[in-house]
């Protein structure tokens, strides 16, 4: 497939040289000249140098043909923003990937339809929350267009939940539990299944449940 | 009648001081403290400082409550960001933002956006001063 690329940081880099690996072909767009002739030396033609929020700029590195995948990757967030845009709503492309550097501009992002946004300080802090969980519940997976997240809950000697059967529990509308993780297997999570304290349940729920489920099945 | 002016540098306070002396209620919000020098000892108006990408920073500028905004911070796309951020989660109707690249200008021109491109401006007024300009046509060849 073709690809975008636009910003030639850490992430631009190593992701162009990941992509150009499996075989796909790649343009990266830097727009500082240090950056640029460093990334010339290692990806030759592929590399290019210029704004990629100018217009011009993305139409010289085939914009409108238009490219399977663009990913907004530079340091800007308001950048990221723009090209994403201009790429979606001025060039169909219709999987563009946006980087939101401050995690307080996922907000931005959201509220202007880019989707598809990868936020690293935001998946650092869920990992923290993963291994030092504050609140009980965990999040493991965020499908934002789709309106449904995967969370993971364990179940402690008092709560409500221990006890009793899957059946019996009084979960929010929207939420699901797929599996209970117990001694190290995953059993399928049916009406019937007993829990007990130390099972890690899966879930799904809409966003903005997270309260609710946590009340029904870790605190009262 | 309400107006926050993002971006207090050149324009963004020769704007809010036009706007107040013509009666409205004009606060800037500027990220840098300094600007506040820009509005002069008279400013009655208000000044948050801080950036125009930060919600808390734009609800204590009021935009809650304003009728209009003006987007002059020194780059393109955080002023285009800015604008759509505060038309589509305000709804404010009257959001007037600077945008220098006349194609990126154009382009969210397009989807509705209030743009101002001083670049086009300044294209259009200078090329009509050199065709404003009494030069006398060459003489035709041959004529003498």
């Given at each position: ?21 499996m ?82 501009n ?17 998946g ?45 529990l ?13 001694d ?16 890690q349940?899966?879930?799904i ?16 | 009648?309400?107006?926050v ?11 809010a ?5 013509e ?24 000044f ?8 808390e ?13 003006v ?50 401006t ?9 065709r ?13």
């Open positions: 497939m073709y690809v975008i690329v636009a910003g030639g940081g850490k992430v631009g880099k190593s992701v162009t040289r990941s992509l150009v690996d075989g796909h072909e790649v343009t990266l767009v830097e727009q500082r000249r240090d950056r640029y002739t460093q990334l010339e030396e290692e990806f030759g033609h592929v590399a290019m140098i210029g704004d990629a929020t100018e217009i011009g700029v993305l139409e010289r590195a085939g914009i409108a043909r238009p490219p399977d995948l663009v990913l907004a990757v530079t340091g800007d967030d308001e950048d990221n923003l723009v090209i994403s845009q201009i790429a979606r709503e001025g060039y169909g492309v219709e999987k563009v990937v946006a980087r939101v550097n401050d995690p307080r996922q907000q931005h992002f959201d509220l202007l339809g880019i989707t598809q946004t990868i936020c690293a300080t935001s650092i802090l869920g990992l923290v929350e993963h291994e030092v969980p504050e609140h009980g519940l965990i999040r493991l997976l965020e499908l934002r267009r789709e309106g449904l997240e995967v969370v993971e809950v364990q179940v402690e000697p008092d709560s409500p939940s221990a006890g009793k059967t899957v059946g019996e009084d979960l929010p509308d929207g939420s699901r539990l797929i599996s209970v993780m117990r190290g297997r995953a059993l399928v999570a049916v009406g019937s299944t007993v829990l007990t304290p130390g099972d349940l899966l879930a729920l809409q966003p903005g449940k997270e309260d609710e489920l946590r009340k029904a099945l870790i605190r009262a | 009648m309400k107006a002016v993002i971006g207090c540098g050149r324009v963004g306070s020769a704007i001081l036009q706007l107040a002396a009666g409205w209620d004009v606060t800037c919000l500027d990220e840098k403290e300094e600007a506040l020098n820009r509005l002069g000892a008279g400013w009655r108006g208000g948050v400082v801080g950036h125009g990408m930060d919600i920073v734009l609800r204590e500028a009021g935009i809650e409550d304003a009728d209009a905004a987007v002059a911070t020194d780059g393109d796309n955080t002023n285009i960001v800015i604008g759509q951020v505060v038309q589509k989660r305000y709804g404010i109707e009257c959001v007037v933002v600077r945008v220098l690249d006349p194609l990126r200008a154009d382009f969210y021109a397009k989807r509705g956006m209030r743009t101002v491109c001083p670049t086009q300044a294209v259009s007024v200078m090329t009509d001063a050199v404003a300009c009494d030069i006398r046509p060459l003489e035709p060849t041959g004529a003498a």
